[in-house]
């Protein structure tokens, strides 16, 4: 079975989105396929089971957070 999740996050501008992706993009290695458009973020998310696409998602959502209130300063 395959897993998929597709986020949308929206940011104030374009430039913030491009950060973010720019910080986080580093640690896709093969689990998640980001990219920005406009401002939005989109990330595709894969995996082969339900508990370990949540354990990426976890992940992902922290880099992006952490991220986000850096491009915020």
């Known amino acids: 079975m395959k897993a998929i999740c597709t986020i949308h996050l929206d940011f104030e ?3 913030k989105a491009k950060k973010v992706l720019r910080s986080v993009q ?4 093969g689990f998640v396929t980001s990219k920005v ?6 990330a595709v998310v894969e995996s082969s089971s339900v508990a370990s696409l949540l354990h990426t998602l976890d992940d992902y959502l922290a880099c992006v957070s952490v ?3 850096i491009v915020k300063k």
């Open 13 to 15: 501008t374009a430039e």
């Open 26 to 29: 580093a640690d896709d290695q």
């Open 37 to 42: 458009t406009g401002k939005t973020l989109e």
């Open 67 to 69: 991220a986000a209130e």
